[in-house]
C-alpha cells in the first residue's frame, strides 16, 4: 500500500508486499495519511495511543498483545532472525488484530511523555498539548520481549527513521454508518 501511494519503498527489509513498511518517520506518514485520504475520501489518522492501547489488549489482562507469552504473539529479538516478518503470522488478539506486540514499533498521533498518565483524565485521553517525542507502541523485532509487552511505551522524535519503526491507522467510524 505505502509503495502504491507513495511510489517508492523505503523499507530496509524489502522481502515481499506482506511485510510492515519501516524506515518512515512521523512526518513521512502523515504524508501517506494525507494522499491516501485524499485518493480514498475517507479520513484515516494515526491512532491516539489510548486507541492504540485499546486495540492492542483487546479487553484481555494479558501481558502481551493478544495472549501471556511473548513467542506466540510477537516477534522480538528470542525469535525474530533479526528481520522484520509478514504480518499476521503470529497469533491474533480478541480484536482479530496481528502484530500489536512485536515486529515494529508503531507511531501514535499522542505527544511522549513519560508521566503523563499519571496526571491524565481516566476515560479518553489525548496526551498531551505539546512536547518533543511523539508516542510509539508496541515493540519492535530487535526488543527483548519485556519490550514487547502491552504496557510498555516509549518516545521518538517525529523525523526518525528505523528499520524498526512502522505505524498502524485508525479509521474512524462515521455515525449512522453501522
Known amino acids: 500500500q505505502w509503495q502504491e501511494i507513495m511510489g517508492m519503498n523505503p523499507a530496509h527489509f524489502r522481502k515481499g508486499a506482506n511485510y510492515p513498511i519501516e524506515q518512515v518517520s512521523l512526518e513521512d506518514v502523515q504524508l501517506f495519511i494525507a494522499e491516501l485520504n485524499r485518493r480514498s475520501g475517507k479520513n484515516y489518522r494515526l491512532p491516539t495511543e489510548a486507541e492504540w492501547e485499546y486495540a492492542c489488549r483487546a479487553d484481555d489482562a494479558g501481558r502481551y498483545c493478544g495472549g501471556d507469552t511473548a513467542d506466540a504473539v510477537a516477534w522480538s529479538w528470542e525469535n525474530s ?3 522484520t516478518h509478514p504480518v499476521g503470522k503470529k497469533q491474533a488478539n480478541g480484536f482479530g488484530l496481528h502484530d500489536m506486540s512485536g515486529n515494529v514499533w508503531e507511531w501514535c498521533a499522542d505527544w511522549y511523555a513519560s508521566d503523563y498518565y499519571s496526571v491524565s483524565p ?3 485521553p489525548t496526551g498531551p498539548s505539546s512536547g518533543s517525542y511523539r508516542v510509539i507502541r508496541g515493540g519492535g523485532w530487535d526488543y527483548i520481549p519485556g519490550f514487547v509487552r502491552s ?3 516509549y518516545g521518538s522524535l517525529p523525523d526518525y527513521r528505523s528499520f524498526i ?3 498502524r ?3 474512524p467510524v462515521q455515525a449512522g454508518s453501522l
Open 122 to 124: 481516566v476515560n479518553n
Open 169 to 171: 491507522l485508525a479509521l
Open 151 to 153: 504496557a510498555f511505551r
Open 165 to 167: 519503526l512502522g505505524f
Open 81 to 83: 532472525g533479526k528481520s
